[in-house]
């Protein structure tokens, strides 16, 4: 089973570090899946995600507090404002058009429902 959520991990790994580049793919979601399947998986491969510089952060707000921070908010939603127009824009039919902006809206919902970091608004406090 330790092989199934370490293939697992590195796959969300990989397609979340493609996200981080490519315009109408998501890496936050895929990169929480790689955190969780190495939870179960790969110990080793965990602590390197979680002490990552760039993901770590995001990674560690998301564990312990299931908390999204005010910049990653700002860039998802930004994403995913735009991603209807792209989708437009590349020939897509209203009722394609319709289904992804009701997937997007509820996102977008839950991405700004989610509470900001708690470390990070004791330190802005201080």
């Known amino acids: 089973m330790r092989l199934f959520w370490t293939a697992l991990g590195y796959t969300s790994l990989a397609v979340g570090a493609a996200g981080a580049f490519l315009p109408l793919l998501p890496a936050t979601p895929f990169l929480i899946l790689a955190l969780y399947a190495f939870s179960r998986g790969s110990p080793r491969i965990e602590s390197w995600l979680l002490a990552h510089p760039r993901w770590g952060p995001l990674m560690q707000d998301w564990r312990h507090e299931r908390a999204i921070s005010r910049r990653a908010k700002t860039a998802s939603i930004s994403v995913i ?46």
């Open 81 to 126: 404002l735009g991603t209807p127009v792209v989708t437009w824009l590349l020939g897509a039919g209203p009722f394609v058009i319709a289904a992804q902006s009701a997937v997007l809206v509820s996102a977008a919902l839950f991405i700004a429902t989610r509470p900001d970091p708690l470390r990070r608004r004791i330190a802005a406090d201080e």
